[in-house]
């Protein structure tokens, strides 16, 4: 009997402490992190302010270019990523375009959906040479500091300089005639050939995440209106990486949440407990200074690369290689007599053996099965498209990169600004060839030869 007494009064105990220890745990806690909370917020306000708290550049510059997707009232979608800045919309046309009139830190987007500074006119000033850049988020320039950084600016200046440098000293250039002695004939063949005098602008037309399928549709429907005097498309991963009976992309899986309100719901609740979590102090001062948060970290909410986004089934992949070719064919017919190049994207793979440190974690995080898989796609488009396309022919940028051995990338397709000023120079002399003008023929020599 004495010894039952003592089990029950040690079992009463026990509970008693396990319940005291339960109760610890759960005012405890609470308490200890709002005491940390109020701690972090002084120190942080007698510190300097806010503002120290706010993500490295490179974090906050992938924040702007992330999206931030909107129904037609301009109401965000529960339960999709909302931290982004860059704001787009279902549309039954394009799949989903870019709001016109947004601008952030680091990006101006004008009313017409262009990344420009601003409109463009539906008719061209007396002079002007229109090209348009099409793609998707390599040709947009995402992670580019500010719009003159994205390449189409870029360009623009390059083409603007070259007219510049061929009024101000024509001698180091083609004459506009051909000169009728032999000896100057021979030094006029060593100079460079004048290009088409006239105001270049070069529009950027590029929307991230954009396929074939979303260019073409932009093409026909809001480019096209702009008479251009030439078109740049440069794209290609996102063919290769989506379904071949996707058509075109559209942004967020809104019709499957849809369908399926209870998983919509928790996912809302989820994304709004995130917010809370990382509007705290605590955790502001902790993703800055003790565990700083990286660019990869960051778009594994928004943009994933993974290999199986790349299909191993050779028919499914010559059948989105196929769907490509396709629509760049409908480009060129829309587009009729309008000189086009179609320029296939770097790819961080294409640089080969030449990886600085940031990229060989790229690639190293990509893993070997999308390597083998991505560089069997980017072979197979090469030439699939060579077989098919007499004009325009395919220019590949796939290696574009791999005698370089600075930092190119910042993620698969993303460059760094030292890569995109490379990019911009070889487009630049690609489309030199467009706008060439050759030397007339002296009268006396005979035949015009005028171009």
């Known amino acids: 009997m004495r010894r039952t007494r003592y089990s029950s009064s040690w079992q009463t105990k026990r509970k008693s402490w396990l319940r005291n220890i339960l109760l610890l745990i759960l005012i405890g806690i609470p308490v200890l992190i709002c005491s940390a909370e109020l701690i972090a917020r002084g120190a942080v306000l007698a510190t300097g302010g806010t503002n120290q708290l706010t993500p490295n550049k490179t974090v906050a510059i992938a924040q702007s270019y992330a999206f931030k997707l909107q129904d037609a009232n301009g109401n965000n979608y529960p339960g999709l990523p909302d931290a982004g800045q860059l704001q787009v919309r279902r549309s039954p046309i394009f799949g989903y375009e870019l709001l016109p009139n947004q601008k952030s830190e680091y990006w101006q987007i004008n009313d017409q959906g262009f990344r420009q500074d601003s409109s463009v006119p539906i008719d061209k000033p007396a ?52 000169p009728y002695f032999a000896d100057q004939i021979e030094a006029m063949q060593a100079l460079p050939p004048r290009i088409r005098d006239g105001s270049y602008r070069v529009i950027a037309a590029a929307v991230p995440g954009y396929t ?29 990486r989506s379904p071949s009976n996707q058509l075109a992309n559209e942004i967020g899986n809104v019709d499957q949440m849809l369908r399926d309100p209870i998983a919509q719901y928790r996912q809302y609740q989820s994304q709004q407990f995130n917010n809370w979590l990382n509007s705290l102090y605590l955790v502001k001062a902790w993703q800055k200074w003790v565990s700083p948060a990286s660019i990869n970290s960051f778009n ?14 050779p028919q499914e992949l010559q059948k989105r290689v196929d769907r490509y ?32 440190k940031e990229e060989d974690g790229i690639i190293k995080s990509l893993g070997q099965e999308y390597r083998d898989r991505i560089a069997e796609a980017y072979q197979v488009t090469e030439k699939t498209l060579n077989s098919k396309l007499t004009n325009p022919k395919l220019i590949n940028f796939y290696r574009l990169f791999q005698d370089n051995k600075q930092q190119a990338f910042i993620d698969p397709i993303h460059l760094t600004e030292a890569a995109n000023d490379i990019v911009a120079q070889k487009l630049y002399e690609n489309i030199e060839r467009l706008f060439v003008v050759q030397p007339a023929t002296n009268p006396l020599l005979g035949e015009n030869i005028v171009r």
């Not at 002007?128 to 580019?144: H, K, P, Q």
């Not at 829309?334 to 961080?348: C, D, G, K, R, Y």
Request: proline share 5%; hydrophobic share 40%.
């Open 300 to 313: 594994s909410d928004y943009q994933i690369f993974s290999a199986e986004q790349l299909s191993k089934d």
């Open 325 to 356: 070719a396709y629509n760049v064919l409908q480009m060129t017919k829309i587009a009729s007599n309008i000189p086009t190049m179609l320029v296939l994207q770097p790819e961080i793979t294409g640089k080969e053996k030449s990886f600085t």
């Open 127 to 178: 002079g002007e040479i229109r090209l348009f850049l099409l793609g998707n988020s390599t040709a947009f320039t995402n992670m580019a500091e500010k719009n003159p950084k994205a390449l189409a600016f870029k360009i623009e200046k390059l083409l603007n300089d070259r007219v510049r440098t061929q009024s101000a000293s024509p001698e180091k250039f083609k004459p506009k005639e051909t």
């Open 212 to 240: 074939s399928g979303n260019e073409l549709s932009l093409l026909a429907h809001r480019v096209m209106a702009y008479s251009p005097n030439a078109l740049i498309v440069l794209d290609g991963y996102e063919d290769l």
